[in-house]
């Protein structure tokens, strides 16, 4: 009844009017690589805890007073907190503290914007190898300044859409600690109609209509005890774009490379790199109602490199002690399914999702003991021919005559 629940509302979160990641953000602290979400969530009561800052610059962007370039960087710091209610339904909060915006009257934002995050995933299919999801999100503008160089288009209005999430992992029985294919697509929504997008002050220019995008990622990532290793490729297409006068009105595409250290349990350190690879290409039109090419020498329409680093701490479970499954010996002859179903327990699975693993681990154990049994009779049948061999005397060799002494 609970699954029914919960495949219900999936649907009908996949089906409404629901928010989606902007690809340049990560939304939640859990179950995502760098731009890439995983359609498998946290366990049960699991709080995450995750800031990051994102660095970018443009060099020779300016042109300075005594002759020389000066950069042009961009600075953004967000933090996240969410919480797993439940092994499929997981909520986040993630509030835009400090952005760079280079207008004429601002250097920056502080708490630009806030992000609501609902995220039902875990869904499994096709023998848990393969896990279904979908996130919604809510953004909530609290800046008065938007239309910034180097960051994805925003015009200051609500933002909403809606993300499908699928996920590959090649073990069923610890997919967290196996290697993972990632798939996110997303309808994204900018509800900016009548917001000022103009960079100069005292002058206005209002944007006459909504825009929407679709958003895309594909992310791989290689576990191991104490790293994880991630490359993704992601971006966005808009279906109907934004006005001519806006920043990053391109569709772009980025492949980001990163890490993630695990020195502990609680703690990970996320260290990641962006790169553009389509997009380059201004569209915007300078000069018009107040807009204005900021940084006036910048080579490209977006900055094309991006460095992020991150600091996660999982606050619950609090140092569980959770059984790390690579530790877990599961070939021991005198280990009995309720051992290994004690074990699976202190891991944190459910008990229904226990049950087809412990069924999976004794048709593992069958066919390892089908080949043993196998490779036993073929040394059976070679053993009486090898007797036959040393039973036969061997061949003597004819004495060698001695040669007539004269």
Not at 53 to 60: C, K
Not at 69 to 95: E, K, Q
Not at 246 to 252: C, I, L, S
Request: proline share 5%.
């Amino acid at each position: 009844m609970r699954k029914t629940l919960y495949l219900l509302l999936l649907t009908v979160l996949l089906g409404g009017i629901a928010a989606e990641t902007r690809a340049q953000y990560a939304f939640t602290a859990s179950s995502r690589l760098i731009r890439t979400q995983e359609a498998l969530n946290p366990k049960q009561g699991s709080l995450t805890f995750f800031s990051h800052f994102d660095f970018s610059t443009v060099a020779g962007a300016y042109a300075g007073q005594l002759g020389n370039l000066v950069a042009h960087s961009i600075v953004t710091n967000s933090i996240h907190l969410d919480y797993a209610f439940t092994n499929n339904i997981l909520v986040a909060l993630n509030p835009l503290i400090y952005s760079d915006i280079h207008h004429q009257d601002a250097a920056s934002n502080v708490f630009e914007r806030i992000f609501l995050t609902a995220k039902v995933a875990s869904f499994g299919i096709a023998n848990d190898y393969v896990y279904v999801g979908g996130m919604a999100t809510f953004m909530l503008p609290l800046a008065s300044r938007w239309n910034q160089f180097g960051n994805p288009y925003s015009a200051g209005g609500p933002e909403v859409g809606i993300n499908v999430l699928l996920s590959y992992y090649s073990d069923n029985l610890f997919p967290r600690e196996s290697f993972n294919v990632n798939l996110n697509l997303g309808l994204y929504n900018y509800f900016d109609a009548g917001k000022n997008i103009s960079n100069t002050p005292g002058r206005n220019f209002e944007v006459e209509a909504n825009s929407n995008a679709i958003t895309y990622s594909l992310g791989l990532k290689y576990p191991t005890t104490s790293v994880d290793l991630m490359l993704e490729i992601w971006g966005w297409v808009f279906i109907s774009e934004p006005p001519v006068q806006a920043y990053t009105r391109e569709a772009m595409a980025f492949i980001s490379a990163g890490a993630r250290l695990k020195p502990v349990d609680f703690l990970a350190l996320t260290l990641g790199f962006d790169y553009q690879l389509t997009g380059r290409e201004d569209k915007t039109q300078y000069g018009a109602f107040g807009i204005v090419r900021r940084p006036p020498n910048a080579p490209t329409n977006y900055t094309e490199w991006r460095v992020l680093f991150g600091v996660q701490f999982n606050i619950l479970p609090i140092l569980s002690g959770a059984a790390d499954p690579s530790l877990i010996d599961f070939t021991t002859g005198s280990q009995g399914s309720d051992i290994i179903l004690r074990k699976l327990e202190d891991i944190g699975d459910d008990k229904e999702s226990t049950a087809r693993k412990i069924e999976e681990l004794r048709r593992r154990r069958q066919d390892i003991e089908r080949n043993l049994e196998q490779l036993r009779s073929i040394l059976k049948e070679g053993e009486p021919q090898k007797k036959e061999e040393e039973k036969k005397p061997e061949e003597t060799k004819p004495e060698e005559k001695k040669p007539n002494e004269k």
